[in-house]
């Protein structure tokens, strides 16, 4: 029986070059929806999300990200912050980037995790109060090139065992 979610997992792929064209807004929205509606511990959302859509606002963000100067070149970028306070915010975030990445990549539109924390400038040039630090940021677009390839993968037995360490699952 066909899994349209694990095929979409099994074939996701992190991009770095985008070919410039817009997203639709409709997609857009989609993809920053599935953040909102991820799941929370303790249903607490200790997140803000910020659509940036405005090139020249993609070309700031791509230079105040050590690691995502392409963001400089995606049609969009999502901002994931979360609240300073919270215990599981960033556990929190990272599953709402995940379901990002994930439905960005159902519609066809690739991304890429951008950033790990350290994201200062990011905060403060896209106005978020100081009670928020800023994860991550994932730029949106349409690939460059055609993906092609395989995920290269360690061999399933060596990541996966059954009830305990070491013991294959059959």
Not at 33 to 40: G, I, K, L, R, V
Not at 106 to 118: E, K, L, P, Q
Request: charge should be positive; proline fraction near 4%; aromatic fraction near 8%.
């Amino acid at each position: 029986m066909a899994n349209q979610i694990y095929d979409t997992v099994r074939t996701v792929m992190a991009v770095r070059e985008y070919d410039g064209k817009a997203v639709p807004d409709d997609v857009l929205r989609r993809v920053v929806e599935a953040a909102h509606q991820t799941a929370s511990a303790s249903n607490l959302q200790p997140w803000h999300f910020i659509l940036v859509r405005d090139r020249e606002r993609l070309r700031k963000l791509g230079s105040l990200v050590r690691t995502g100067g392409y963001t400089a070149g995606a049609a969009a970028a999502v901002i994931v912050a979360y609240e300073k306070g919270s215990r599981l915010a960033v556990s929190d975030c990272s599953r709402a980037i995940q379901d990002i990445i994930l439905v960005a990549w159902g519609d066809g539109v690739a991304s890429n995790w951008t950033g790990a924390g350290g994201l200062e400038g990011v905060r403060v040039e896209f106005g978020l109060p100081d009670t928020y630090d800023v994860l991550a940021v994932v730029p949106l677009g349409y690939p460059r090139r055609r993906i092609l390839g395989r995920k290269k993968r360690k061999p399933f037995d060596e990541v996966v065992s059954a009830e305990r360490f070491g013991a294959p699952l059959a």
